[in-house]
């Protein structure tokens, strides 16, 4: 099946620093979408990509649809302790049956000490 | 505001004992998913129903049933649990006619194991 993989796993963020991860596949996505969770929570849609080369922002969120469509990053800007989370990319294939996501690893995003 | 609703929040398991997570959604969704979600692995499909009486197994299907109730309730179950099957599970929703990939989850149920 499809696989997306995502990077870096973690990181540490400094309050007011900008940062950036990003997803690759091997396949062809028709959507991309960048997903939030929170401690204790589910995740929460941040960012829908519907075409390829498409930038969308967010508030102090900014995502890419990768030209070859196998590929996406996220960047946040100004980053503030409410960043802290794990975040996911997800794919998905045109008219998927159920709409059906496929997930990346996730990036886990935490405070430096 | 209700959304996507799991129980239990927190179940404990021996080996070869079952149970069933339960999902409710007051959204008028048609599809709904379970997802499990283990370290580094991201949430990988275990099944999902893109409507009302159908069920479709996703990537990891083995060890688990689903059944779709009604249009509101989707429930995963364990028949024999292993140790394996330790792992945070997602129940979510989304509506069949927006087709923007927008899954709305519940808050998730952590079942161990032992």
């Known amino acids: 099946g499809q696989q997306l993989n995502q990077s870096p796993q973690s990181m540490f963020i400094q309050e007011g620093e900008d940062v950036s991860m990003n997803c690759t596949s091997s396949s062809i996505f028709n959507t991309w979408l960048w997903y939030k969770q929170d401690p204790g929570e589910g995740p929460v849609l941040l960012i829908a990509?519907?075409?390829?080369?498409e930038l969308t922002s967010n508030g102090r969120l900014t995502a890419q649809f990768g030209i070859t469509r196998k590929d996406s990053f996220l960047n946040i800007s100004a980053s503030i302790p409410s960043d802290v989370g794990i975040y996911f990319c997800?794919?998905?294939?045109?008219?998927?049956?159920?709409?059906?996501?496929?997930f990346g690893g996730g990036t886990r995003v935490l405070v430096k000490p | 505001n209700a959304g996507v609703t799991q129980t239990p929040k927190f179940q404990v398991l021996k080996t070869g004992q079952s149970m069933t997570l339960q999902c409710a959604q007051d959204m008028n969704h048609n599809s709904m998913y379970w997802y499990r979600q283990d370290p580094g692995m991201g949430l990988r499909l275990i099944y999902y129903?893109?409507?009302?009486?159908?069920?479709d197994k996703g990537e990891v299907p083995n060890g688990y049933n689903v059944s779709r109730l009604n249009k509101r309730e989707f429930s995963l179950r364990l028949e024999s649990a292993a140790p394996s099957q330790t792992s945070v599970y997602f129940c979510?929703?989304?509506?069949?006619?927006?087709?923007?990939?927008?899954?709305?989850f519940g808050e998730g149920s952590r079942l161990t194991v032992l």
């Open positions: 979510a929703s989304s509506g069949r006619d927006l087709n923007t990939g927008e899954l709305f």
């Open positions: 997800a794919g998905q294939l045109f008219k998927a049956a159920g709409n059906k996501l496929t």
């Open positions: 990509l519907y075409k390829a080369g």
């Open positions: 129903s893109a409507s009302e009486g159908t069920t």
